[in-house]
């Protein structure tokens, strides 16, 4: 924490105590002012307040009352205006408000489910009904803010911005909203599943798939066409495997955009499946896709950045980045044409495992077919380079009549 902050929280530290103290004041001496008179209020004995004390005690007494009351907007916006007439700044007034919310809801949530309750030996899980109950909880408190006029929090404003870009607060607040249902819709989904209302994994991939479909043509419905890019660069799906991707390699915002596009198109040449596996057509257009993006990526990377980017993010385990690292004469030409053998693998055992083959026949067409994998890389790398990775185990190839495991990570949105 940065001085400055430091010193803000201190400075509300100090002032909070001192309205509590006033309230304690009031409420320890109202005996007393009761029976005196309005124009000469009394502390205590024959002391008589000055009319600033007099009335920052009034103030605080009428805080303590409000302070007490039900949590509604309109008791926040009254509570609101005793501190500004007080004196406070806004800042400090925004900043109680959301403490005195934040404070009440962190109450009633400890109620639905105390994490601290749970010994450290046990998973805190809370059931789906406390989970429903504490999301709504969620919901319950952006919307007491927003009918107090009162901003979320810097860190959650700050998060929101990240998210939102420069929309208006009006598209902001409804594409929560479309965020939200959504998120109950699967959450519900997730629940059903684990009361074993679903039918299997291809029946949820469906029913994720719709409501994926749903829920962005219910955004395109609200945002205009810029807009809607705006928004998908934050919070898409290809947006975030484009981050992923980089994995640190250093880009600036226009090239992020050009492997956004890039992505985009990788997506909508190779859709994803709603379960089952792609069939060699599916794949082999996806195999083209691919090449298209790598050759964008080069183009956007250039050469050192590319290398960087294969090597730290397209490469699915450490034994091949350190492979890679400790064999710098290996190219990244040689690099990208060892994840394209991967990308290879699912191809070559899918047509190698055509229907109608006897146990044997596709036994030994898998065979084959994993000889020609290895030999592919014996021709990218060398002899003595492909034994070394394959003893590292950089790019396993499927065993005779196995599952094709590839180590290499599949690129380019696979």
């Known amino acids: 924490m940065n001085r400055s902050a430091l010193l803000v929280l201190l400075a509300l530290s100090v002032v909070a105590n001192a309205t509590l103290g006033f309230v304690a004041l009031r409420r320890a001496s109202v005996t007393v002012s009761a029976t005196a008179s309005t124009s000469t209020p009394v502390v205590s004995g024959a002391t008589k307040e000055s009319p600033a004390a007099a009335g920052l005690a009034a103030t605080a007494a009428r805080l303590g009352e409000k302070i007490a009351a039900p949590r509604t907007g309109a008791n ?16 400090l007034v925004k900043t109680i408000m959301q403490s005195l919310v934040t404070e009440e809801l962190m109450r009633r949530q400890q109620a639905i489910f105390d994490w601290s309750a749970t010994p450290y030996w046990k998973n805190a899980r809370p059931t789906p009904e406390q989970q429903r109950a504490m999301r709504d909880l969620q919901k319950e408190r952006r919307a007491l803010l927003a009918e107090a006029g009162l901003p979320l929090s810097p860190m959650e404003e700050g998060f929101r911005r990240r998210q939102f870009g420069g929309l208006p607060e009006a598209k902001i607040s409804a594409l929560e909203k479309i965020q939200q249902d ?15 209302g679903a039918t299997g994994a291809r029946d949820m991939a469906a029913q994720q798939k719709l409501l994926q479909d749903e829920q962005e043509r219910d955004i395109a419905a609200l945002l205009t ?43 909508a040449a190779n859709p994803r499946q709603a379960g089952g596996p792609q069939t060699v057509a599916q794949l082999q257009a996806g195999l083209a896709a691919w090449d298209d993006y790598q050759r964008t990526a080069q183009t956007v990377l250039g050469a050192d950045r590319y290398r960087e980017y294969l090597v730290s993010s397209q490469l699915g385990n450490s034994a091949a980045k350190s492979f890679f690292a400790e064999r710098p004469g ?43 994998l290895r030999a592919r890389v014996v021709q990218i790398l060398g002899a003595q380079y492909a034994q070394e990775a394959e003893n590292a185990r950089v790019l396993q190839l499927p065993r005779t009549g196995g599952t094709p495991t590839p180590a290499l990570r599949l690129p380019g949105g696979g």
């Open 330 to 372: 290996i190219t990244t030409s040689q690099i990208q044409e060892l994840a394209r053998v991967a990308r290879t693998v699912p191809i070559e055992m899918q047509q190698a495992s055509a229907p109608g083959l006897s146990n044997d026949e596709r036994r030994a067409q898998m065979a084959a077919a994993t000889d020609k």
């Open 225 to 267: 066409p810029e807009e809607k890019l705006e928004y998908e660069l934050r919070n898409s799906s290809a947006a975030s495997q484009v981050r992923s991707q980089l994995n640190g390699v250093d880009v600036s915002e226009q090239e992020f955009r050009d492997l956004f596009a890039a992505q985009k198109a990788y997506e």
């Open 76 to 91: 926040l916006r009254e509570i609101a205006a005793e501190l500004r007439a007080a004196g406070f700044s806004d800042q």
């Open 182 to 196: 959504y998120n109950d819709l699967r959450q519900e989904m997730f629940e059903q599943t684990q009361r074993g």
